[in-house]
């Protein structure tokens, strides 16, 4: 079992910055990837960006690139979401998961087995 505990999360206006962080306790030795996702209120969950442990191993989604910097600590079971340049449809309340097996998708959501409990972004206008 992984417990996920996100923070970070605000209100801030358009071309500001956040940097969101999540730890992990329990069975963090297999936490082979730790992502991000997002979600609007009638929206599905998307992908924003994942790491594998191993470090420079990054994903995102084509929305956030060039804006958004995921980053892991292995020591301390954590991980960052740098989010520079934010604009109003970034709002949402943004989960922490971890996907705990090599098989299936790095980013569909169905595949990560734990996750955080969501904080909530708003990028005002």
């Known amino acids: 079992q992984v417990q996920l505990v996100e923070s970070g999360g605000g209100l801030v206006q358009a071309g500001d910055s956040l940097r969101l962080s999540c730890a992990a306790s329990?069975?963090?030795?297999?936490?082979?990837?730790m992502g991000w996702f997002r979600q609007t209120p009638g929206k599905e969950r998307s992908f924003v960006a994942t790491?594998?442990?191993?470090?420079?191993?990054?994903y995102y989604a084509d929305s956030v690139k060039g804006r958004f910097t995921i980053s892991r600590d292995n020591a301390k079971n954590t991980v960052y979401l740098q989010m520079n340049s934010l604009k109003p449809e970034d709002t949402a309340v943004y989960y922490c998961?971890?996907?705990?097996?090599?098989?299936?998708?790095?980013?569909?959501?169905?595949?990560?087995?734990?996750w955080g409990q969501g904080t909530q972004v708003t990028v005002s206008s």
């Open positions: 329990g069975r963090t030795f297999d936490t082979y990837f």
């Open positions: 790491m594998y442990k191993t470090v420079g191993s990054t």
């Open positions: 998961a971890v996907k705990s097996v090599y098989s299936g998708s790095y980013q569909n959501p169905h595949d990560y087995a734990y």
